[in-house]
């Protein structure tokens, strides 16, 4: 795993949060649509976006990874996130 | 010397058939299809035929029978489970357990060693305290134990873990039982084969086809099948299936690992849990240690091993068992494991009508096999999630109302 | 057998004599010496016994795979399953064969081999298990299973583990491992080579041809070389697996080296693999490779007259080898047609086209002969032909199985060739390369050629991820050249059977054929069910003949028959390597050392220990935890709560962001106060609660549960990353110390430290405020979680003693007293405080508590906020309650004893004790909602099954106004 | 040990039973002497005494400039100065080291107001971390014995800092070029302090070695 701002360590100084979801608008969301928000999970494999966060720096990035193969695409922090998505 | 083994030395040719018959095509419709020829999917095959009547059934696997995480787990039975639904129904699933080698006229080494959940904890005491009224009120044999008592199961063991985990006491579950897991699987195949089933291996589901909500049938890698009713019981890969329905769920696959070591003498009669050093460990028939750890820390569909998991869970059998320093280990595996929010199964009829669910089976489902057997063929022959089941529907997360079985949140095995 | 007469590069030491004892007889050998080769040198002919039938059994391959020669060896302590044919012998050394009854000449377990016809593949599926007799036949089975004993007295050990790194790992030294590191090297990369074997060379220093003393020579250039440029060496060591992104753990004698190279080559040759006939397990039947090795290494000839059984080139090799150390060949037997022999000593009977139909005992159970037969053309012998021949060593030359485990777990794509009868890499992952024998490349000089071109490419990988393709093996010409070193079926079927294809498991063929009619016919599950490859040396000398043996069965090849994976380790590897020192953090709060003064009794809080309470000499702890509760009621004590998270929050932003992550509100919070905050998931459950403090305008102080501040912390800093407002988040957990000091004269003792006024008026109940105290700067709380007048102090870390120090002294005089977790929970029980994952579990949600006054939903949003909303539209599962014991003689429940509504479980107890303030025995618990009305009367099972009642009751149980934390100045 | 001290070294217990001669530097009670002399292969030293103070937030490189303290350009670096060192924490936090005291009770009061910058607010980070030094010829054996990382590898010419797990400790590791050797400065969280002492020091006596004073 590559920390955008460590660099590549072992996975084992990495925590792993889960996918980047957005979340629904509480106001506008039914009961029922809340409930799969919180609860669901897209659980097939694939390329994902994922919350990781380097333990001993305390960086948060997301990992664009494979979940079948475990190949990490590429990483950066989320506010680049943010920053492409504006663009 | 049993009577029965005579035959073999007295007859020219082996004298035994096959378990399962291999059929060269599927038929174009069957009553169930069940997807999945692991421990559960063969179990609901069994009951279906046997109990039900139903025996125009398909058993469709992708790779071979018991090659998931049926053969992949580290064999433990037991019922002491925290919440009054996880309790009956593992209970219900004990008590097939140790009839099922005389059902299937098939040794399954089902070997009643007893087992401890160790706590190194006030908290963790408390925790065994509770599982252990809840299994009473239910008349399952649990009770917590003094860690004199942990000692006179285990003399070897190094009670303060190097000083790293005191052992305060325990939940010593009396049922608690391994059992020689592949053969669980052929019991099943070979039984529900008997009694008409089609086992197919090697057959891949690649669709399901649904029309206004209904399951009509099934597309797979040898052909389209027609088929009112599906059974999902493929463990760590039921989120590729429910993703081509359309069905979303919380599961999350995360990979399970387990090490066995070279085989020794026995020496270790009960099967050993314990929580905050995150392991379980128990002697099979053939003299190995079978260990386990906790799960994986994040989402993986592939069964890599990865060292780091040998290094953890071997320095915490040191720090156990000392004298196990110079005891070597043999292999390492892993299984995908489908986990739930609240460590609870996930079972029963869905949104699609025709569609059932039994997954969710983290890593508690080896030790259910029998229950889940017996209570999805019920549901799927009549239409109507079995009683056992009601608290493990995938509904409950709409109604925020999970099954707790995470407050036990210790080890889960 | 006897030592021949000293060579060149052998790797005994002749002048150093090794005495040891084997069975209980002693024999001397040399250093350098494993115990297989020292026995082997002394005539014992019978090193083991085999798992099932007991049969005697010797050396295999005297290259660690010599599973049947494990042996229980003892110095201080035993250890068990100890591989005799690669251990180096001691002085004092003592060994005996593993899993025998009485000893491995007389084992008494023999008698299981005239069973054998009653006991078929899976036999143990098929009896035994009607539930009576079943325990029964459970204790016999445990008598005769396992190998080696475990001793009890064995020491922990934890051997250092090591982290090391280079450009280019080459592992095995044989000849392609030495091109590729040579290559390598000369290439500049930072080289890594490993070999299991203590001295590296590999079959370029025993694969001689009886006299290739170029060869040799070739071998130590290349290794002065590689010696020369500085290549880090781990020899009698090897790779363990192969994980990923190059990880590899390579295990040495005294410890594990964690690997991690830019680019890896797999140079591990392949097991020489046996045929398969009547009796191919006796001792004196051996791989060819392992009687070079004999010769060359030990200086042992592994018999006086020999039978070669060749199918390659190397057949004819180990013959003239043989024959070089003066051992009379009886004859070659050749499996392959006419013209296909090699070069033989003059005179050697060479028999083409023949195999051997069986291998014939003596009175021992040791080779005493062979009957050879010719081949019909179906490839069966026929045995009414066979010719007997005089030997007592029979050597097996019929092929090779890759030692591809690393490629596979790399992830390395394997096919299968028909021309070299073998799997061999079609892919590799990038960085991975194959050389030599595992890639196919059988001869000498291919495989110079093929591991140069591995290490070349492998340097180049190392310093340009994806310069080389590391998917296409540029071998198909050494491939091409290695003639056909595998014969595609060497196995043959005999009606009396005994022709083992798995020696580890006693697998004879006819149990193959019987699995597959039964139904197991693809091979894992053939695997599964005969056991096959599942033994200490997990197929190594098995894999490949039950590969060929189904694909006979099902008429198809290997290939679409396919291997079983090959999963991690690639030898047992002892746990004490792999758990290593066994580092387990601890946290200390930096007045650890003053608790341990006050005969602090400690207990586990997560990495901390904290004091349960402080020992009084002739106390009883119950007596200590009174007194401490009656300081802090009457008088003042102090708790060290340096455990508890501590994070400050800076920024404009900051107070908007509370009301984000707490359920209480913030907004018009006034600089100077503190207030109490739930946190919850968005499911609702509650995972923490904390006091939060306001410094200034925008910075925020609060504490965090112990075992939460870590999570807490990285769950806030996520949420600010992602909701990307204007807040600074520090951890100072550590930096800060914490000490509480509480009670009615807590005032008294605090003013002599601080010129702050400590005035209800100027700092009252729920204040915060910034000031010196004992000369440190200290922020300072107003908190009543025990429930009387107190002082919550923080300050730097390295001035906790000293403020504690100083507590102490101007305390002394009002009768101050430390207390511990247990008294604090009784004096917050009192107060009806919950304590998260005690009083909560990991489902419970907020609206379960009780404290909806907590609770601010008509806020805009809360984590966890929209799931109460709709959680609150349902019938509710459980309250929070408090309660009394009715008759506190009847029978004292404990925490987590159940609550019995219509003989149903309706809930637990999550806290409880007996209050000295209030006189009774007053608790927390989760019960039924229709059970949570003050007055419902609660049933509690307790041990013994004996039932109690308790009334449900108001909290606080002790100053319900609250009035005892707000006192006045006292005079 | 002397009662005056206001200080406690984080790693006072870890070493407190050995010790019989203190000193009070910086205000806290050091040992004055480990008791062994002579150059052993590698030393671990107490160092937590040097004068510490960090700051952190997108403004605090420019505020840090303003002060006159040399920032490092590069992410996970360090730059030495007169009498310490200024090391850049990933991104936007520093950790600032000073021999003089005074410098950084200057650097403490400022921050403590609240300090903004074009660039952003800067905010105070208290850091009572338990400093470490690791020193001699076998230093780079103890790291590869404890953690994860190919320190021999780094180009120490940039002035690396890597944030890394030591031991299961969070740390904080930059390696100092000197004259005859490489030394290594370790930093965690004080409640971590005499964990990591005692299991380096282990590991150093392991490998010849032993604790020493390393006058600040």
């Known amino acids: 795993m590559t920390c955008p701002i460590n660099g590549p360590r072992p996975v084992s100084e990495f925590f792993y949060h889960g996918e980047l979801r957005p979340m629904p608008d509480p106001q506008a969301a039914t009961d029922d649509a809340w409930a799969d928000y919180v609860f669901n999970r897209n659980g097939a494999p694939g390329v994902k976006r994922e919350w990781w966060y380097h333990l001993p720096s305390g960086v948060w990035f997301i990992a664009e990874r494979d979940t079948a193969t475990d190949q990490v695409l590429r990483t950066y922090l989320y506010s680049d996130a943010v920053a492409e998505a504006v663009q | ?413 | ?971 | ?216």
Request: proline share 5%; with cysteine.
């Open chain 2, 1 to 413: 010397m049993p009577w029965r083994l005579l035959r073999f030395a007295l007859s020219k040719k082996h004298p035994e058939p096959r378990m399962f018959r291999a059929h060269a095509e599927l038929k174009r419709s069957y009553d169930v299809v069940i997807i999945g020829a692991g421990g559960h999917g063969l179990a609901a095959a069994y009951y279906l035929a046997r109990d039900h009547g139903i025996t125009n059934v398909a058993v469709l696997e992708q790779g071979y029978i018991g090659g998931g995480n049926t053969g992949r787990n580290t064999t433990i039975i037991r019922s002491n489970y925290l919440t009054p639904e996880g309790a009956k129904f593992y209970d219900m699933s004990v008590k097939l357990w140790q009839d099922l080698s005389e059902d299937f006229d098939l040794n399954l080494f089902y070997s009643n060693r007893g087992h401890y959940t160790l706590a190194h904890t006030d908290s963790a005491m408390r925790t065994m305290r509770w599982r252990a009224e809840v299994n009473k009120h239910y008349g399952i044999d649990s009770e917590v134990v003094d860690a004199a008592a942990v000692h006179k199961a285990c003399p070897m063991m190094d009670l303060s873990c190097n000083g790293h985990a005191p052992i305060l006491g325990a939940l010593f579950h009396a049922p608690g039982s391994i059992a020689r897991h592949d053969a669980v699987a052929w019991g099943y195949g070979r039984g529900a084969d008997q009694r008409g089933v089609e086992i197919h291996q090697q057959t891949k589901v690649t669709g399901i086809e649904i029309v206004a909500g209904k399951v009509k049938g099934v597309h797979t890698s040898r052909g389209h099948i027609a088929t009112s009713k599906v059974l999902c019981a493929v463990a760590g890969s039921t989120p590729r299936i429910t993703k081509m329905i359309g069905i979303d769920t919380p599961l999350f696959i995360h990979p399970l690992q387990a090490m066995v070591s070279e085989p020794l003498k026995p020496w270790l009669d009960p099967i050993l849990v314990s929580g905050s050093l995150h392991v379980y460990v128990s002697q099979t028939a053939r003299g190995e240690l079978v260990m386990g750890a906790s799960l994986d820390p994040y989402e993986l569909h592939n069964t890599r091993s990865t060292f780091d998991f040998v290094e953890g869970l071997s320095s915490h059998m040191i720090d156990m068992f000392p004298f196990l320093a110079d005891v070597k280990v043999v292999r390492q595996w892993a299984g995908m494991a489908d986990m739930t929010p609240d460590f609870a199964p996930l079972m029963g009829k869905t949104e699609v009508e025709g569609f059932y669910l039994d997954a969710g089976w983290g890593t508690w489902g080896f030790k259910a096999t029998p229950a889940s057997g017996k209570t999805m063929s019920y549901t799927v022959a009549n239409d109507r999630n079995h009683e056992l089941i009601e608290g493990f529907t995938l509904d409950r997360f709409r109604k925020y109302a999970p099954t707790g079985e995470k407050g036990a949140a210790s080890v889960g095995h």
């Open chain 4, 1 to 216: 040990m002397s009662e005056t001290a206001l200080r406690l070294s984080p790693l006072y217990e870890a070493y407190r039973e050995q010790v019989a001669d203190w000193a009070v530097v910086n205000g806290m009670t050091l040992p004055r002497a480990f008791g062994r002399s002579g150059l052993p292969p590698v030393t671990l030293s107490d160092v937590s005494a040097l004068a510490r103070c960090g700051c952190k937030g997108p403004g605090a490189a420019d505020w840090l400039v303003s002060q006159g303290v040399p920032v490092p350009a590069a992410f996970n670096s360090w730059t030495a100065t007169e009498n310490g060192l200024v090391a850049r924490l990933a991104a936007s936090e520093f950790l600032i080291e000073d021999a003089r005291a005074e410098r950084i009770e200057t650097l403490t009061r400022e921050l403590s107001k609240g300090r903004r910058s074009a660039s952003g607010p800067c905010y105070p980070v208290l850091r009572e971390d338990a400093a470490l030094l690791l020193a001699g010829p076998q230093a780079n054996e103890v790291l590869l014995q404890t953690c994860n990382i190919d320190f021999a590898g780094l180009d120490l010419a940039t002035g690396p800092l890597v944030m890394t797990s030591m031991v299961g400790v969070s740390v904080l590791v930059i390696a100092q070029k000197r004259p005859t050797d490489v030394a290594y400065r370790i930093w965690c969280d004080p409640t971590f302090g005499c964990y990591l002492w005692r299991t380096l020091l282990e590991i150093v006596r392991e490998l010849g070695g032993d604790a020493a004073v390393h006058t600040l």
């Open chain 3, 1 to 971: 057998m006897k030592r021949l007469p000293p060579q060149a590069g052998e790797w005994i030491d002749r002048g150093k004599p090794l005495r040891f004892t084997f069975e209980g007889i002693g024999y001397e050998g040399y250093a350098g010496d494993t115990i297989s080769s020292a026995l082997l040198a002394a005539g014992v002919r019978v090193l083991g016994r085999s798992f099932k039938y007991h049969r005697p059994r010797s050396v295999l391959s005297l290259a660690n795979h010599d599973v049947n020669a494990l042996m229980q060896v003892s110095s201080c302590f035993s250890v068990p399953n100890v591989r005799a044919d690669v251990t180096p012998l001691a002085e004092g050394l003592r060994a005996t064969a593993v899993n025998t009854i009485g000893g491995v000449a007389r084992d008494r377990a023999r008698f299981l081999e005239w069973l054998a016809p009653f006991l078929p593949v899976g036999f143990y599926y098929k009896a035994f298990h009607k539930k009576s007799q079943f325990p029964f036949w459970e204790r016999v089975f445990r008598r005769t299973t396992g190998l080696g004993t475990v001793d009890f007295s064995a020491r922990r050990k934890g051997s250092p583990k090591r982290y090391a790194f280079c450009d280019v790992l080459v592992i095995g030294g044989g000849p392609a491992g030495l091109a590729a590191a040579d290559a390598a090297l000369r290439a500049g990369a930072r080289v890594a080579l490993v070999d299991e074997n203590p001295r590296l060379g590999g079959s370029g220093l025993y694969n001689l041809g009886g006299a290739d003393g170029e060869r040799q020579a070739e071998e130590t250039r290349r290794l002065a070389a590689i010696a020369a440029a500085g290549a880090v060496v781990y020899v009698s060591s090897y790779a363990a697996g192969y994980y990923a992104d190059h990880w590899v753990p390579i295990v040495t004698p005294g410890h594990v080296v964690k690997m991690r190279a830019r680019a890896v080559v797999v140079a591990t040759g392949a097991y020489e693999q046996p045929a398969v006939f009547r009796n191919n397990d006796l001792p004196g039947v051996i791989l060819a490779s392992a009687a070079q090795r004999m010769l060359a290494r030990y200086s042992i000839a592994p018999c006086k007259r020999a039978v070669v059984l060749a199918a390659n080139d190397d057949g004819y090799r180990a013959a003239r080898d043989l024959a070089a150390h003066g051992v009379e060949i009886a004859a070659v037997v050749d499996l392959r047609g006419a013209n296909s022999r090699g070069a033989v000593p003059p005179g050697t009977l060479v028999l083409e086209g023949h195999g051997i139909h069986e291998a014939l005992a003596d009175s021992q159970g040791a080779l005493r002969g062979v009957r050879v037969a010719p081949l019909a053309r179906d490839g069966t012998l026929d045995g009414y032909q066979a010719r007997e021949f005089e030997c007592d060593g029979l050597l097996m030359s019929t092929g090779w199985a890759g030692a591809a485990p690393l490629l596979y777990q790399a992830g390395a794509r394997m096919e299968f060739s028909a021309e070299l009868q073998q799997f061999v890499p079609a892919a590799c992952p990038p960085g991975v390369y194959a050389a030599g024998r595992v890639n196919g490349v059988h001869g000498f000089a291919q495989k110079l050629r093929d591991g140069a071109a591995a290490g070349r490419a492998a340097a180049a990988q190392s310093r340009k991820p994806g310069s080389v393709d590391g998917a296409a093996p540029s071998c198909r010409q050494e491939r091409a050249q290695s003639g056909m070193p595998s014969h595609p079926y060497p196995i043959f079927a005999h009606p009396k059977g005994r022709n083992f294809v798995d020696f580890d498991e006693d697998l004879q063929l006819k149990d193959f054929f019987n699995a597959a009619q039964e139904g197991f016919d693809n091979i894992e599950l053939m695997k599964r069910y005969s056991t096959v490859g599942m033994g200490p040396s997990q197929g190594k000398h098995s894999n490949m003949n039950a590969i060929r043996v189904l694909a006979k069965i099902l008429g198809r090849t290997p290939g679409e028959v396919g291997s079983t994976t090959a999963r991690p380790m690639f030898h047992p590897v002892p746990m004490s390597h792999l758990g290593g020192r066994g580092f387990m953090p601890e946290r200390a709060t930096p007045l650890e050392g003053r608790h341990a003064a006050a005969s602090a009794v400690w207990m586990p809080a997560g990495q901390w220990q904290r004091p349960e309470y402080y020992a009084v000499e002739n106390q009883t702890r119950e007596a200590a935890i009174r007194a401490e509760v009656a300081a802090v009621r009457g008088a003042v004590g102090v708790i060290d709560v340096g455990t508890l998270g501590k994070i400050e929050l800076f920024g404009r932003d900051a107070g908007a962001f509370f009301e984000r992550i707490y359920t209480a509100k913030f907004a018009g919070m006034k600089v100077g106060s503190t207030r109490y905050g739930l946190m919850l998931d968005e499911s609702g459950v509650v995972i923490d609660d904390g006091v939060i403090a306001r410094l200034g305008e925008e910075h925020f102080y609060f504490t965090t549960t112990t075992t939460g501040s870590a999570t807490v912390y990285r769950e806030l800093t996520r949420l600010n990353a992602m909701w990307r407002m204007e807040v600074g988040i520090v951890n100072v957990t550590g930096h800060f110390a914490a000490i509480n000091l509480a009670g009615p004269r807590s005032r008294e003792v605090l003013a002599p430290l601080t010129a702050l006024d400590l005035s209800e008026a100027t700092f009252p109940y729920l204040g915060a405020r910034e000031a010196q105290v004992a000369g440190l700067p200290a922020r300072l709380l107003r908190v009543g979680f025990v429930g009387e007048l107190g002082y919550e102090i923080h300050v730097p870390a390295s001035g906790a003693a000293h403020l504690w120090d100083q507590l102490m002294k101007t305390g002394a005089a009002h009768g101050i007293r430390p207390f511990g977790v247990e008294a604090q929970r009784l004096l917050r029980l009192e107060k009806g405080h919950i304590i998260v994952s005690q009083d909560t579990d990991g489902v419970t949600n907020a609206l379960e508590l009780g404290m909806d006054w907590a609770l601010k939903m008509d806020k805009p949003f809360f984590v966890g906020q929209r799931s109460l909303e709709a959680m609150g539209r349902l019938p509710r599962k459980q309250a929070l309650v408090g309660f009394t014991l009715d008759e506190p003689d009847t029978g004292m429940p404990k925490e987590c004893h159940l609550v019995i509504e219509s003989d149903e479980p309706a809930g637990r107890i999550t806290s409880i004790a007996h209050s000295p303030a209030v006189g009774r025995v007053i608790g927390l618990a989760l019960v039924a909602p229709a059970l949570s009305k003050v007055g419902s009367t609660l049933n509690i099972r307790i041990d013994g099954g004996r039932m109690v009642r308790a009334t449900v009751s108001e909290t606080p149980f002790y100053d319900p106004k609250n009035l005892r934390q707000k006192q006045p100045e006292t005079a």
